[in-house]
C-alpha cells in the first residue's frame, strides 16, 4: 500500500493497533516441525471383487505396519526417513491359499524429501519381497503416506486442490497412480488433549499396475472417489492422523482369461501418530 502525507497520522495509529493485536497464524506447510522422530501406526484394508462369467470371486487384503519416521531439516522443506518396525499382513484369494507377511519382507529405510507443499522426492527405497510389495511400496509411501499442504497459513473454509502423478518399477512389477483431491480446512478439534486442525479431503484416484500374482503376471486399471480427513498438529509441525476411503471400479488382465475382467475395488486406509 503507499500513503499520502495527510494521512501520516491515522497511519501511525493503525499500525500501533496493528502491532498490539494478534500474531499471523504461522503457514501450514512442512519444514515446520518441531520433532526429529515420531512412530506412526497404519492400517490398510482393500477387497477387490472380480465377476468372471457370471461368477463373483474376491481378492482381499488387510494389513498393520508400525512406522518409525525420522524428520529433518532440508531446503526443500523436510527430510524424512521411514523405517518398517513391524508388519502384518494377510492376503486372501479364491484360487489358493491364504498367503501371510511381515516385516522380514522388508529390508532397508525409504528415504525422501518434501518441499513446502508436500510434493516428495525419493532418495533410497527399501527392498521389498514380491509377496509383499502390495502392501508396502516404497513409492506410495514417499508420494501419499503424508498430505499435500497448501504451504501458506490457512483459516477455516480455506481450501486447496493438489494433483499428484508418479510411476515407476515397484517390486516385481510397476505402477503408475494419478490423483486430484480437495483439501479444506474445517476448523480445530481436540483428540487426546492434542490441539488438531481437521481438514477435509476428497477428489479422485486414478492407478494401473503391472504385478504377480502367484506366479502369473497380472494387471489391473481402476478409478477410485476417495473421502477422508487430514488431522494436523500444529504445535508439532507434522500429521497426527490421516484417514481416507476409496471406491471404485477398474479391470484386470490375466492370461488365462481372452478379455480383461470387471472389478469392484474399496479401500480403507489410516496413519495415526501413536501417543
Same mark, same amino acid.
Given at each position: 500500500?503507499?500513503?499520502?502525507?495527510?494521512?501520516?497520522?491515522?497511519?501511525?495509529?493503525?499500525?500501533?493497533?496493528?502491532?498490539?493485536?494478534?500474531? =499471523?497464524?504461522?503457514?501450514?506447510?512442512?519444514?515446520?516441525? #518441531? $520433532?526429529? /522422530?515420531?512412530?506412526?501406526?497404519? &492400517?490398510?484394508?482393500?477387497?477387490?471383487?472380480? &465377476?468372471?462369467?457370471?461368477?463373483?470371486? !474376491?481378492?482381499?487384503?488387510?494389513?498393520? /505396519?508400525?512406522?518409525?519416521?525420522?524428520?529433518?531439516?532440508?531446503?526443500?522443506?523436510?527430510?524424512? #526417513?521411514?523405517?518398517?518396525?513391524?508388519?502384518?499382513?494377510?492376503?486372501?484369494?479364491?484360487?489358493?491359499?491364504?498367503?501371510? *507377511?511381515?516385516?522380514? &519382507?522388508?529390508?532397508? @529405510?525409504?528415504?525422501?524429501?518434501?518441499?513446502?507443499?508436500?510434493?516428495? #522426492?525419493?532418495?533410497?527405497?527399501?527392498?521389498? +519381497? @514380491?509377496?509383499?510389495?502390495?502392501? *508396502? =511400496?516404497?513409492?506410495?509411501? +514417499?508420494?501419499?503416506?503424508?498430505?499435500?499442504?497448501?504451504?501458506? /497459513?490457512?483459516?477455516?473454509?480455506?481450501?486447496?486442490?493438489?494433483?499428484?502423478?508418479?510411476?515407476?518399477?515397484?517390486?516385481?512389477?510397476?505402477? &503408475?497412480?494419478?490423483?486430484?483431491? =480437495?483439501?479444506? $480446512?474445517?476448523?480445530?478439534?481436540?483428540?487426546?488433549?492434542?490441539?488438531?486442525?481437521? *481438514? %477435509?479431503?476428497?477428489?479422485?484416484? #486414478?492407478s494401473a499396475n503391472d504385478m504377480e500374482f502367484s506366479?502369473?503376471?497380472?494387471?489391473?486399471?481402476? %478409478?477410485?472417489?476417495?473421502?477422508?480427513?487430514?488431522?494436523?498438529?500444529?504445535?508439532?509441525? *507434522?500429521?497426527?492422523?490421516?484417514?481416507?476411503?476409496?471406491?471404485?471400479?477398474?479391470?484386470? =488382465?490375466?492370461?488365462?482369461?481372452? +478379455?480383461?475382467?470387471?472389478?469392484?475395488?474399496?479401500?480403507? !486406509?489410516?496413519?495415526?501418530?501413536?501417543?
Open positions: 500500500m503507499t500513503g499520502r502525507p495527510i494521512a501520516f497520522t491515522s497511519a501511525v495509529v493503525l499500525l500501533s493497533a496493528c502491532a498490539s493485536g494478534p500474531p =499471523s497464524p504461522p503457514a501450514l506447510a512442512y519444514g515446520q516441525h #518441531t $520433532v526429529s /522422530a515420531a512412530v506412526y501406526d497404519f &492400517s490398510d484394508t482393500t477387497s477387490v471383487d472380480i &465377476s468372471v462369467m457370471g461368477q463373483a470371486m !474376491q481378492l482381499s487384503q488387510h494389513g498393520e /505396519a508400525e512406522y518409525a519416521v525420522a524428520f529433518a531439516d532440508d531446503p526443500a522443506g523436510v527430510g524424512v #526417513t521411514l523405517a518398517v518396525r513391524s508388519l502384518s499382513v494377510r492376503l486372501n484369494q479364491p484360487m489358493g491359499e491364504p498367503v501371510e *507377511i511381515d516385516e522380514s &519382507s522388508v529390508r532397508g @529405510d525409504l528415504a525422501f524429501s518434501l518441499d513446502r507443499v508436500g510434493d516428495a #522426492t525419493v532418495t533410497r527405497r527399501p527392498a521389498v +519381497a @514380491d509377496e509383499a510389495s502390495q502392501m *508396502i =511400496s516404497g513409492l506410495s509411501l +514417499a508420494h501419499t503416506f503424508f498430505p499435500a499442504l497448501p504451504g501458506r /497459513a490457512t483459516v477455516p473454509g480455506d481450501s486447496w486442490v493438489d494433483t499428484l502423478s508418479y510411476s515407476g518399477d515397484d517390486g516385481p512389477g510397476s505402477m &503408475s497412480e494419478s490423483s486430484v483431491l =480437495s483439501y479444506t $480446512v474445517a476448523g480445530d478439534t481436540v483428540v487426546d488433549g492434542r490441539s488438531l486442525l481437521l *481438514i %477435509e479431503v476428497e477428489g479422485t484416484t #486414478t506366479g502369473m503376471p497380472v494387471s489391473q486399471e481402476s %478409478e477410485l472417489a476417495v473421502r477422508g480427513y487430514v488431522l494436523w498438529d500444529p504445535a508439532a509441525g *507434522i500429521m497426527f492422523e490421516q484417514y481416507r476411503e476409496g471406491t471404485g471400479s477398474g479391470v484386470v =488382465s490375466v492370461p488365462v482369461v481372452p +478379455a480383461p475382467l470387471p472389478v469392484s475395488v474399496r479401500t480403507v !486406509q489410516r496413519a495415526r501418530l501413536q501417543n
